[in-house]
């Protein structure tokens, strides 16, 4: 049953949590959370569920581990995260992650740039500073610039180094970091020379050439089939100890009614319980990523 609700944790979710929540005056809730997954699916949704039920969520950005946080310490209704919490860690008990949706992490250069895909083992190389010029990819005879996110807990820099080496302490060959994602997405936009890895959904609204991987783009339909390599789920967090906790399970178990989904694919982005195949492809994945990190 353990290893059931683990790898089905939306479903048991949605099994255990039935009771709908009683008609009553209008409430605002405060979402706090990563700007992928605001940009991914969650403006929408919130907009969609607002319109159902007359429930304003108020979005507010800072990222995957200021979202799970104030989750925790209750100053925040429903956090949004594409990492899950940190298993021991005070700040961030208490917090119940519930996945939602699938979303491709892209690998991003400059509008100007001549290389238009990258293999995975090329951008392991790229990681470890083990390749340095963008001729060694296909492109002009430069330096290759690359950025990354501070610290080893961000939803983006805590997935990659998941994706790609297995290893949450891996370090990148960089000292070109960024607090968050905007910044480190705006960096690309001008420097002709740099690469980096976000989310598929913010990266689309950005003036950059996203890279296919491997010769796939991260297409809906390449993401969903898991024919592109690099994904990961998107989560919401909530507290039941939070006063706001049943409308937060019910907007969570909206997001899964047909409705929901729609409103999530409809911004390019794979529903959860239709990927769920993807978790078989995660942990192959995973394997590799061992492997070429002389793990296994």
Wanted: aromatic share 8%.
């Amino acid at each position: 049953m353990k290893k059931l609700i683990l790898f089905f944790p939306l479903l048991a979710f949605l099994l255990l949590s039935l009771q709908p929540v009683s008609a009553g005056e209008p409430v605002t809730l405060r979402w706090v959370g990563c700007g992928i997954s605001k940009k991914a699916y969650m403006t929408a949704l919130a907009k969609a569920y607002e319109q159902k039920t007359g429930v304003h969520i108020d979005i507010q950005g800072g990222g995957a581990t200021r979202g799970i946080r104030e989750v925790a310490a209750e100053t925040a209704d429903i956090g949004g995260s594409c990492r899950r919490h940190l298993w021991g860690v005070s700040e961030e008990r208490g917090v119940t992650m519930i996945p939602v949706a699938w979303d491709a992490l892209v690998v991003i250069v400059n509008k100007d740039n001549a290389v238009n895909s990258i293999s995975i083992d090329d951008l392991r190389n790229v990681y470890l500073g083990k390749i340095t010029n963008w001729k060694d990819l296909g492109g002009p005879d430069q330096p290759i610039k690359l950025l990354a996110r501070e610290g080893k807990i961000s939803g983006v820099g805590r997935t990659t180094r998941k994706l790609l080496f297995d290893n949450y302490d891996q370090e990148f060959a960089t000292s070109d970091l960024f607090p968050s994602t905007g910044p480190l997405e705006q960096q690309v936009e001008v420097d002709a020379n740099a690469i980096a890895i976000t989310g598929v959904s913010s990266a689309r609204k950005r003036k950059v050439k996203i890279l296919d991987l491997n010769d796939k783009s991260p297409s809906y339909d390449n993401v969903k089939a898991g024919n592109y390599l690099l994904y990961r789920p998107l989560y919401l967090a909530y507290n039941e100890n939070s006063p706001h906790a049943d409308i937060v399970k019910d907007f969570i178990r909206f997001a899964d009614t047909p409705e929901g989904r729609d409103v999530i694919r409809s911004n390019g982005t794979v529903p959860y319980l239709e990927g769920l195949n993807l978790m078989k492809k995660k942990l192959q994945e995973s394997r590799r990523a061992q492997e070429n990190n002389g793990l296994r």
